[in-house]
């Protein structure tokens, strides 16, 4: 009968450096930032400005390991946002999202590739 070996060299590197990556690959706190910036910018040019305090309220709320969060810190902005039975919704911050272009996906997903090549 005959066998056959298979020697695998590098397998404990190649493990590490997957490891790394893995690690990495749960905390993407840099990345969401610059995607909720993108979102950020975009809610801002949306947003009705008859004084402009909508629009300077506008920011990243909460960025942690796995998600972004953009908003205003106004108390009506849910109202401007989707609107009232007196008042037309204007979409400024959930249509900022769907404004946006591929160019911040595009982004977000070399920095997400980056981390994993810096592993």
């Known amino acids: 009968m005959t066998g056959i070996q298979v020697q695998v060299k590098g397998a404990e590197q190649l ?35 008859r004084t402009g305090r909508l629009r300077g309220s506008i920011t990243v ?28 919704p204007t979409y400024f911050l959930t249509g900022a999202l769907g404004q946006l272009t591929t160019e911040p996906y595009d982004r977000y997903a070399d920095k997400v590739m980056g981390t994993v090549k810096g592993a």
């Open 15 to 49: 493990a590490r450096t997957l490891n790394a990556a893995a690690r990495k690959l749960m905390d993407q706190r840099p990345a969401n930032l610059a995607a909720g910036q993108d979102l950020m910018k975009s809610a801002m040019a949306k947003a009705p400005k």
């Open 61 to 88: 709320l909460r960025n942690d390991q796995v998600q972004v969060q953009v908003g205003s810190s106004v108390r009506y902005a849910g109202f401007q946002n989707y609107g009232t039975r007196h008042n037309r």
